[in-house]
């Protein structure tokens, strides 16, 4: 089992940042990768960015040159920094977590993000 605990959500200005983070805690040992999605009201949940073990990273061609995922693994936390927020970027962000093996896949509670003058 791994337990996911997403923070760093709030309320920010168009063109503002924030950075997310999301400690893992549990099996971390058995993590292969780990990511960000976000779900808008009416959407489906969407890919944000992923990060695998051997630090290849991947983003939503939406958010290429605006947010950046990185990993610290001596704190088991993966972080999201978003720059240059725009209004469609206001959502509920998850953390995800994916292991092998067992193949299986974690979520986190969720953090809401707004971007609104």
């Known amino acids: 089992q791994v337990q996911l605990v997403e923070s760093g959500g709030g309320l920010v200005q168009p063109g503002g940042s924030l950075r997310l983070s999301c400690a893992a805690s549990g099996s971390i040992f058995s993590i292969n990768a780990m990511g960000w999605y976000r779900q808008a009201p009416g959407k489906q949940r969407e890919l944000v960015a992923t990060i695998i073990n051997g630090g290849g990273t991947d983003y939503a061609d939406s958010v290429k040159g605006r947010f950046t995922i990185s990993r610290d693994n001596a704190k088991n936390t993966v972080y999201l920094q978003m720059n240059s927020l725009k209004p469609e970027d206001t959502a509920v962000y998850y953390c995800?977590?994916?292991?092998?093996?067992?193949?299986?896949?974690?979520w986190g509670q969720g953090t809401q993000v707004t971007v609104s003058s």
């Open positions: 995800n977590a994916v292991t092998i093996p067992p193949l299986r896949g974690y």
